[in-house]
T-cell receptor, first 115, second 111 residues
Framework: EAGVAQSPRYKIIEKRQSVAFWCNPISGHATLYWYQQILGQGPKLLIQFQNNGVVDDSQLPKDRFSAERLKGVDSTLKIQPAKLEDSAVYLC?????????????FGPGTRLLVL | LAKTTQPISMDSYEGQEVNITCSHNNIATNDYITWYQQFPSQGPRFIIQGYKTKVTNEVASLFIPADRKSSTLSLPRVSLSDTAVYYCLVGEVNQGGKLIFGQGTELSVKP
C-alpha cells in the first residue's frame, strides 16, 4: 500500500514570497490533515478535511494560509505571503475515518525555510 | 482535550526495556490514549492505542491503570533504531479525529 506522498520535500524562499505544498493521501482515505511542526515542537493541526469539505481550520492563519481539496483526494496548502516564522516542516496525514485517536498516516513532510 | 505531560528526554542502552510514562490527569470518559513515534526527517508513525488495562502489539505494550490518569509505553529490548521522539496523545473517539501533540519524549538509545 502506497503511503502519503508530499512534494516538494524541501523549499527555500524569501519572506513575502508565496509557496505551495502538495499532498496525495492514501487511496480511500476520506480524511486529510495538514500539520505544521516547528523545530523542537510537536505537530500542530492547521486544517482537517473530510472528503472535500473543511472540518476544522481553527488554527489556520487565514490571512496568509489557504488550503483546498477540490476533488476529495489531493490537497494543496499555500502560504502567501510567507513570514520568517513560517519556517517549519509541513506534514500531511490521512485517515480512513475521522475518529479521534484513529490511526493517522503521515507523509514525510515538506521542510520550508523562509529567509 | 486532556493535557498530557511526559519527560522531555530519556537515555537508554541497547537491549534494555524502556518505559515512558505520560500523565493525563484530566482524561475524559470517551478519551483514548495513543502513542506515536517520530524519527528525524519523517512524519510521526502510530505505535499503539488503548483505553484501559494493557494493550500489546508487535512493537510495544501500553499499560493503563484503573484511574486512567497516566499511561506507560513500554519498549522491550530497545535498539539504536528506536532512537526517536515519542508522543503521548489523548483524545475523544468521536471528536472528529483531532490529535493534539505535546512536546514528546526524545529517547536516545546508546550502544
Amino acid at each position: 500500500e502506497a503511503g502519503v506522498a508530499q512534494s516538494p520535500r524541501y523549499k527555500i524562499i524569501e519572506k513575502r514570497q508565496s509557496v505551495a505544498f502538495w499532498c496525495n493521501p492514501i487511496s480511500g482515505h476520506a480524511t486529510l490533515y495538514w500539520y505544521q511542526q516547528i523545530l523542537g515542537q510537536g505537530p500542530k493541526l492547521l486544517i482537517q478535511f473530510q472528503n472535500n469539505g473543511v472540518v476544522d481550520d481553527s488554527q489556520l492563519p487565514k490571512d496568509r494560509f489557504s488550503a483546498e481539496r477540490l476533488k476529495g483526494v489531493d490537497s494543496t496548502l499555500k502560504i502567501q505571503p510567507a513570514k520568517l516564522e513560517d519556517s517549519a516542516v509541513y506534514l500531511c496525514a490521512s485517515s480512513l475515518v475521522p475518529r479521534g485517536g484513529e490511526t493517522q498516516y503521515f507523509g514525510p513532510g515538506t521542510r520550508l525555510l523562509v529567509l | 482535550l486532556a493535557k498530557t505531560t511526559q519527560p522531555i528526554s530519556m537515555d537508554s542502552y541497547e537491549g534494555q526495556e524502556v518505559n515512558i510514562t505520560c500523565s493525563h490527569n484530566n482524561i475524559a470518559t470517551n478519551d483514548y490514549i495513543t502513542w506515536y513515534q517520530q524519527f528525524p526527517s519523517q512524519g510521526p508513525r502510530f505505535i499503539i492505542q488503548g483505553y484501559k488495562t494493557k494493550v500489546t502489539n508487535e512493537v510495544a505494550s501500553l499499560f493503563i491503570p484503573a484511574d486512567r490518569k497516566s499511561s506507560t509505553l513500554s519498549l522491550p529490548r530497545v535498539s539504536l533504531s528506536d532512537t526517536a521522539v515519542y508522543y503521548c496523545l489523548v483524545g475523544e473517539v468521536n471528536q472528529g479525529g483531532k490529535l493534539i501533540f505535546g512536546q514528546g519524549t526524545e529517547l536516545s538509545v546508546k550502544p
